[in-house]
């Protein structure tokens, strides 16, 4: 029952598009994106709920099918800054309140 | 925001023996959350630890390997216990608070287990 990621692994350049996708099978109130530099805790990037509502915070923005219980992670101009392994955390109807992480996605932003 | 400040952040054990790993936060939650991440892996939830009343365990996780304790809003425990090679892992404790948006989600540093 853990959420897809796909892909599971993305290099790109300096200033490079990305997309990451999360896929549920289950109903879901929200998703949570975090992402994850080696060593550190997960850090919050950003929260959708049910009502396909796009977010987004500098050059990173997310959307959320309700209906078809998709999120995807848009990186745009990514920076070096953003290596690390992204991951999707899913809150569902039925078992609110706690997460269940995505397999996550490893990203790589080469000079 | 929250601020986690869990400890030990890295122990190295032998096989038999227990270790139980502290979660502190500076303020109070309702729920604290306990999570497992095995090198290069994804997070699994191992149970969700409520003031009061007796953790929530996930499929897979049980009391007696992970007894946790919940004495007030602001602390919980989680002990790995008669410990065994397969328990090499990372153990994060997490909670989650009020955010502009809906509820956010923290984690601690992490306790890094070795287990030989």
């Known amino acids: 029952q853990q959420p897809v990621q796909s892909p599971q692994a993305v290099i790109l350049r300096e200033g490079e598009d990305a997309v990451i996708n999360c896929s549920s099978s289950?109903?879901?109130?929200?998703v949570h994106w975090y992402r994850q530099k080696h060593g550190e805790a997960p850090v919050f990037l950003m929260i959708?709920?049910?009502?396909?509502e796009q977010k987004g915070h500098e050059k990173i923005s997310a959307s959320f099918n309700e209906k078809k219980q998709q999120s995807s992670l848009y990186l745009t101009a990514s920076q070096l800054s953003y290596s690390g392994t992204y991951f999707c955390?899913?809150?569902?109807?039925?078992?609110?309140?706690?997460?269940?992480f995505g397999s996550g996605t490893r990203l790589l932003v080469r000079p | 925001s929250a601020v986690i400040s869990q400890k030990p952040s890295r122990d190295i054990c032998q096989r038999g023996t227990s270790l139980t790993i502290q979660c502190q936060v500076d303020s109070q939650v309702t729920m604290m959350f306990w999570y497992r991440q095995q090198p290069g892996q994804s997070l699994t939830l191992i149970a969700t630890a409520n003031q009061g009343s007796e953790a929530t365990y996930e499929s897979g996780f049980v009391i007696d390997k992970f007894p946790i304790s919940r004495p007030n809003l602001t602390f919980s425990t989680l002990t790995v216990s008669n410990m065994s090679p397969e328990d090499s892992s990372i153990y994060l404790c997490s909670v989650e608070v009020p955010g502009r948006a809906n509820t956010e989600a923290f984690f601690g540093q992490g306790t890094r287990l070795t287990v030989v």
């Open positions: 959708l709920l049910k009502g396909g």
């Open positions: 289950k109903a879901l109130y929200s």
């Open positions: 955390g899913t809150e569902r109807v039925d078992s609110s309140y706690k997460l269940i």
